[in-house]
């Protein structure tokens, strides 16, 4: 009876392992087996090609590939600016709300959830009719108080884009640490006052503190996402592709290798590169912070 029991239990776990076969393992698989090989013409081109063993070719190329080395960086050096910011706003919100009433928090949180909801290409485009110096109001708005600015300037892109980024990502950084701080045990707080603690001494030794795990959690996500970043530059480009540029992240990078070049090979191999410097962010970043929580 035991034994069937956990039959059955874990028949219900069968629609998430196909799908993680057939959407993850397989797709990365048929990656890995694509990046071994190159295309190879015969005679001038003008005829079909044949795929040719290359062993780890493609992966050397891709590590000298300044184009994707250079996009790699650029995006890490404006996740370590981009990332902190965010999850500090969504902190501060979420402790906001965690001093409401909870019926006032829950106004609150489905009004900071609403530009989660929408769509990422949504978003990007209606900030981009934001920024824009001929139908956005932002441009008026910095000439009355005497501001003259380019969203689409090359030293204001990175910025506009964080932006975006930050206003679309908030509302659910905010929800995961705000789903942390209910955990905490309320008795703690009423120790707290009755010693004498501020609200603030309160949030920064109690709150913080237990919900660092919630803000590890969100850190790697937004890594994860970060380094996958493609929809919003690729909008921007068609607004300043002077400034912007077809390897202005690693995913744009590939995208063009792929469907611009038709290098299917090369492409597949720099979307390995990529996952194993996501895994590699993720796990420093990881480990940085679980010693900092010990």
């Known amino acids: 009876?035991?034994?069937?029991?956990?039959?059955?239990?874990?028949?219900?776990?069968?629609?998430?392992?196909?799908?993680?076969?057939?959407?993850?393992?397989?797709?990365?698989g048929y990656a890995v087996y694509q990046s071994l090989y190159r295309a190879h013409s015969s005679g001038l081109g003008l005829g079909g090609s044949t795929d040719e063993f290359s062993g780890l070719a493609n992966y050397r190329q891709g590590l000298t590939d300044s184009a994707f080395l250079d996009s790699v960086f650029r995006v890490l050096v404006f996740a370590c600016v981009q990332i902190p910011v965010m999850l500090l706003i969504s902190l501060l919100l979420a402790l906001f709300l965690d001093a409401l009433t909870s019926r006032a928090a829950g106004r609150f949180r489905v009004l900071l959830l609403v530009p989660y909801m929408i769509p990422g290409v949504v978003a990007a485009i209606v900030w981009i009719?934001?920024?824009s110096?001929?139908?956005?109001?932002?441009?008026?708005?910095g000439k009355a108080f005497g501001l003259t600015w380019n969203f689409f300037a090359p030293s204001m892109v990175w910025p506009s884009i964080g932006n975006l980024l930050t206003w679309h990502g908030i509302g659910y950084n905010m929800v995961i640490i705000y789903s942390a701080l209910q955990g905490v045990p309320r008795e703690l707080f009423e120790a707290a006052r009755l010693d004498g603690a501020s609200e603030r001494?309160?949030?920064?030794?109690?709150?913080?503190?237990?919900?660092?795990?919630?803000?590890?959690?969100?850190g790697?996500?937004?890594?994860?996402?970060?380094?996958?970043?493609?929809?919003?530059?690729?909008?921007?480009?068609?607004?300043?592709?002077?400034?912007?540029?077809?390897?202005?992240t690693p995913i744009m990078v590939i995208?063009?290798?792929?469907?611009n070049a038709g290098n299917y090979h090369?492409?597949?191999?720099?979307?390995?590169?990529?996952?194993?410097?996501?895994?590699v962010a993720s796990f420093l970043f990881y480990r940085l912070t679980s010693k900092e929580a010990d």
């Open 1 to 28: 009876m035991v034994r069937s029991q956990r039959w059955k239990g874990a028949a219900f776990t069968v629609p998430f392992q196909l799908g993680f076969v057939f959407l993850y393992l397989i797709p990365i």
């Open 129 to 131: 009719n934001l920024y």
């Open 133 to 141: 110096p001929d139908v956005g109001p932002l441009t008026p708005l």
């Open 201 to 218: 001494r309160i949030a920064l030794s109690i709150k913080v503190p237990f919900v660092r795990g919630a803000l590890v959690l969100t």
């Open 220 to 248: 790697m996500l937004s890594i994860i996402q970060m380094l996958q970043i493609f929809n919003e530059p690729a909008l921007f480009r068609n607004v300043t592709p002077q400034t912007v540029s077809d390897s202005f």
């Open 255 to 259: 995208y063009n290798q792929a469907f």
């Open 266 to 279: 090369y492409a597949a191999a720099l979307s390995v590169l990529l996952a194993l410097v996501l895994g």
